[in-house]
């Protein structure tokens, strides 16, 4: 069961996502760099976000009953047209990036979801599980200036579900309470069009097309457990390249998401295509990789089974780009069962090949994408697997943590001379120390699962002004597929740091400088970080949201990077203020700037001998270098 | 022009023979309290980021004892039984606006940047029923204000309360962000009269001192130093022991948004940024109100869930201040402290 599967209920509309640009650049978290006024800072398009995030004008379009019959109107259904809302009586959610070296796994955080009748009465509410971006691909919109180019996937699932007391009164509510797990419900969000002009009325809107599904114990919380079609059309357009689908034999029914995938045209998702669509089932194994080339194929290479009947404007907004297709014959499902699902453009030139299911119909994925570590913490990678929607067993998946990435720019001392031109200092290396992290190698898919541990070690600061390291885990198994996005974990590993006894402002300085230089919005509109005296003015508002639960929307830090045991020396300062002397100012060094690759051995300069004895100065220990 | 009620609130309240008569004279004094803070909102939100802060501090202070105020009434209504109502269209003065129990002919309150007018209008509201005269000529005939009406409800409570409270004490609202001494669980009749005279005083000062028993300024006065310009100072020349003689406290112009006075939302078509961060605002504001109405219904710990909200009323007022009015170009946006239904 899942978003995919029914019952389930579809709505679209808008999100406003009010995220903050400054932390874009790595650049601006080197404070000494942000300070000197010879530099260029980039700000980004919303250098004064405040992370909010919320659902605006967003209705229900359309239910889908255990039966699989489907209401559209408010007359079949009064469910249609009532509204999904963010929190009710407490501060919206948040989205935030992992990191400035990860900003491809945005998460939400706090977010809450209600679906209200017209007249506000509650009908369901729910707390969304941090869920971060995946699938992204390409969404381009046409002659729209500052539009996000391309659309992602938030597949979650929904917490502390409340059922309003008029709930009962809808079947479809009835429907759904009955066959999902617990106090639980699957949520699929579809988003792209995402205007990043402030100068446009959309600024800041994106657009959304929402599912909310039953979920059952033992699936995976930020995907759902189906087969998968991904793209092999023009790659200039990139269109189709990532949908979900599922099989259902027993209820010899299709269905199919195209909601993430297909090309709109407008700010609003109006359809995109003209030419016929069709699925059908390949009768030959194919391994097309997305190429400008189109791929034709004869009628002898597949098995139409339905068209796909997209043909109104407003077709994406009314359906999510669900695709349902009912009375599948013993033939189709014979050879659904073990062969490749595809999309068919009819043309002129014949049936193009769009997009192919995944090759011998393999999808291994991680669960939780994200991970935020201190020195010592564990946690366990949660890996599922299927060939043909069926879990997969005794199949291989490896976990591999590719060569140093990103050491691209040479990186210079910053200037303290304001005369002279200075350059930002350059990107960090990711994935180095190495040793960082301790994972297995490789893991056995049994039932279509497998759990892998994960422990941060030690890492002592190996991006200078960037607290920890980011990591980025490839995980790979059956056979390899061009055409699939990679998948990966995300983690950050923070820098080692140990609460001083009696802790002073400079012992807090440098990161909470950082937070006032990034989050300009607290800075010009609630307190400066970066002045202790601000922040005992302030302490206890800033008490009470330095000792939030992560999950609160209220949460401090709202990018939730600091190490704990940097949050607890806040709250020991914040608790005993001592505002010392600042100390005199240690030069800012470079990150190591080298092209490091796993083999060769690295050569220092004389700037990086000299940040390898600063370091091992101030924490006993060299830094790593692989 | 002061801030008179209407008489049948003072005789609604002088002639409850039992406490539930009196439940919805707190629930009028609850929305009376609450209608002071978004006009002193709008004030404080007209001021461009990060300047007069000293005039922003202020002003911000007596926000806080506004809500301090709003939670006591709140707790006050709970101890004798009764249930607030903060999530509610009638909640929500329609500015400009007369304020809740006031003469229909009386003071109207408009929503507007930081102003010498604005002033005269937040003074008029906390006015005393005999403000000292501090070097100013401000006499008015005493009629029914806020602080007769807080102490009308004091006298009855006196007369009619048991001692013990009928209310369900789990109702009552505390905080780490104010003192015991000002707020606290109100359980018997005396904690109710204790409680009241802390918002008659914050407001008006004692009735021999412009100051409170804290030793801090009544709100009336905090106004007049704006408005005069001046701090109030021990003086022992002047009649009352004060005077407006202090250091100065001049705001300057350029740094107050020209706010469109009274900003409505339907002024503004869907589609346009200006609707846009305008539906934000008021989509954060109703959210307060909701969370204040749980806070004070029965689920006192979600007071903690209207911290963030109120930074978010804050963040989005401001940043509605900094955009420009398309209506009328010599103006920015105001903040609309508009009621929504879903």
């Known amino acids: ?626 | 022009m002061a801030l008179f009620l209407k008489s049948e609130f003072i005789h609604r309240v002088k002639a409850a023979n039992q406490v539930s008569e009196l439940y919805s004279s707190l629930q009028g004094a609850i929305e009376l309290e609450h209608s002071t803070i978004p006009p002193y909102l709008t004030a404080m939100f007209s001021f461009k980021p990060q300047t007069e802060r000293e005039i922003w501090g202020i002003i911000h202070s007596i926000v806080v004892e506004e809500m301090l105020h709003m939670t006591i009434v709140s707790n006050i209504l709970n101890a004798l039984g009764g249930a607030p109502v903060i999530n509610a269209c009638k909640v929500v003065p329609d500015y400009p606006s007369p304020l809740p129990m006031n003469i229909d002919e009386g003071l109207i309150v408009n929503l507007a940047a930081y102003s010498a007018t604005q002033l005269q209008t937040f003074m008029s509201i906390e006015e005393p029923e005999h403000p000292l005269e501090i070097p100013r000529d401000l006499s008015e005939s005493p009629k029914y204000t806020i602080g007769m009406f807080y102490k009308a409800l004091q006298d009855q409570i006196q007369l009619i309360a048991p001692d013990m409270l009928p209310g369900d004490p789990a109702k009552q609202v505390t905080s780490p962000f104010f003192s015991a001494d000002e707020l606290f669980p109100i359980l018997t009749k005396n904690d109710a009269l204790r409680a009241i005279d802390i918002i008659v005083e914050q407001g008006e000062g004692t009735s021999v001192l412009p100051l409170n028993e804290d030793g801090g300024i009544a709100h009336y006065y905090l106004f007049e130093e704006l408005y005069v310009g001046r701090k109030m100072v021990a003086d022992p020349s002047a009649p009352n022991g004060y005077s407006y003689t202090g250091a100065p406290i001049a705001c300057n112009p350029a740094n107050v948004y020209p706010l469109r006075p009274n900003t409505k939302t339907a002024d503004y078509a869907i589609g346009t940024l200006q609707r846009q961060r305008i539906d934000e605002f008021n989509t954060v504001y109703k959210a307060l109100l909701n969370c204040l109405h749980d806070t004070f219904n029965g689920r006192p710990e979600r007071l903690k869930d209207s911290f963030g909200l109120m930074f978010d009323i804050k963040l989005f007022g401001e940043k509605l201040c900094a955009l420009p009015d398309t209506i009328n170009p010599s103006y920015n946006l105001g903040p609309t402290f508009e009621w929504i239904p879903d």
């Open chain 1, 1 to 626: 069961m899942s978003y995919l599967q029914y019952p389930r209920l579809v709505f679209s509309g808008d999100f406003l996502a009010d995220v903050s640009t400054v932390n874009n650049y790595t650049a601006n978290f080197d404070n000494d760099y942000f300070a000197n006024p010879a530099g260029q800072l980039e700000k980004g398009w919303n250098p004064e976000g405040g992370a909010v995030f919320n659902f605006q004008d967003c209705f229900v379009q359309q239910v889908t009953y255990l039966d699989g019959s489907t209401a559209t109107t408010p007359q079949a259904d009064s469910l249609i047209g009532q509204k999904i809302a963010g929190a009710s009586g407490r501060a919206s959610g948040k989205l935030v990036d992992l990191d400035p070296s990860q900003q491809m796994v945005s998460q939400l955080w706090g977010v809450c979801l209600r679906l209200l009748t017209q007249d506000g009465v509650l009908l369901l509410q729910g707390d969304i599980e941090p869920a971060a971006f995946r699938d992204l691909q390409q969404r381009p919109i046409p002659n729209v200036k500052g539009v996000q180019q391309l659309g992602v996937t938030w597949t979650s699932r929904l917490k502390n579900v409340v059922w309003g007391e008029k709930a009962i009164e809808y079947r479809f509510f009835q429907e759904i309470r009955s066959q999902t797990d617990g106090n639980y419900l699957s949520l699929n969000m579809n988003v792209f069009a995402y205007l990043m002009d402030s100068t446009q009325a959309r600024f800041g809107l994106g657009r959304m097309f929402g599912t909310i599904g039953t979920w059952k114990a033992e699936q995976p919380v930020f995907f759902a457990p189906h087969r998968r079609l991904y793209g092999t059309s023009n790659i200039s357009q990139s269109v189709f390249a990532i949908s979900n689908f599922a099989v259902d034999a027993q209820r010899r029914t299709l269905s199919l998401d195209l909601g993430a995938s297909f090309p709109v045209k407008d700010l609003f998702g109006s359809v995109d295509y003209t030419d016929p669509l069709y699925l059908a089932v390949s009768n030959k194994p194919l391994t097309n990789r997305p190429a400008t080339r189109k791929k034709i194929l004869t009628t002898d290479d597949f098995t139409i089974i339905a068209p796909v009947n997209y043909q109104t404007q407003d077709w994406l907004t009314r359906t999510g780009g669900l695709v349902h297709i009912e009375n599948l014959s013993d033939s189709i499902l014979q050879l659904l069962a073990n062969n490749q699902l595809i999309l068919l453009s009819a043309t002129a030139e014949g049936y193009v090949l769009q997009a192919r299911e995944a090759i011998n119909g393999f999808s291994i994925r991680p669960d939780q994408l994200v991970y935020r570590l201190d020195t010592g913490n564990q946690a366990s990678i949660q890996i599922y697997g299927y060939q043909w929607g069926q879990p997969l067993s005794n199949t291989i998946v490896k976990l591999a943590l590719p060569p140093v990435l990103q050491a691209s720019s040479s990186t210079q001392l910053s200037s303290t001379n304001a005369s002279e031109p200075i350059t930002p200092p350059g990107e960090p290396p990711i994935n180095t120390p190495t040793d960082g992290l301790t994972f297995p190698k490789s893991s056995t898919l049994q039932q279509g699962k497998t759990a892998l541990s994960l422990t941060g070690n030690r890492i002592d600061a190996p991006r200078v002004y960037i607290d920890g390291q980011i990591y980025i885990i490839a995980v790979t198994g059956a056979s390899a597929d061009s055409a699939a996005p990679d998948e990966q974990i995300s983690v950050h590993l923070r820098s080692y740091f140990q609460v001083p006894a009696v802790p002073v402002w400079s012992d807090i300085a440098p990161f909470m400088t950082q937070y006032s230089n990034l989050y300009l919005i607290m800075s010009k509109y609630l307190v400066d970080l970066k002045d202790p005296n601000a922040l005992i003015a302030r302490k206890n508002i800033l008490m009470f949201a330095f000792t939030r639960d992560i999950n609160d929307p209220t949460y401090m830090p709202v990018t939730r990077d600091l190490s704990e045991n940097k949050r607890l020396t806040i709250l020991k300062w914040l608790e005993n203020p001592i505002i010392d002397t600042p100390k005199a100012k240690i030069p800012t060094l470079e990150a190591p700037q080298t092209v490091m690759t796993a083999t060769k051995p690295v050569k220092l300069s004389r700037k990086q001998q000299n940040y390898a004895l600063l370091t091992q100065m101030k924490t006993g220990k060299r830094p790593t270098q692989k």
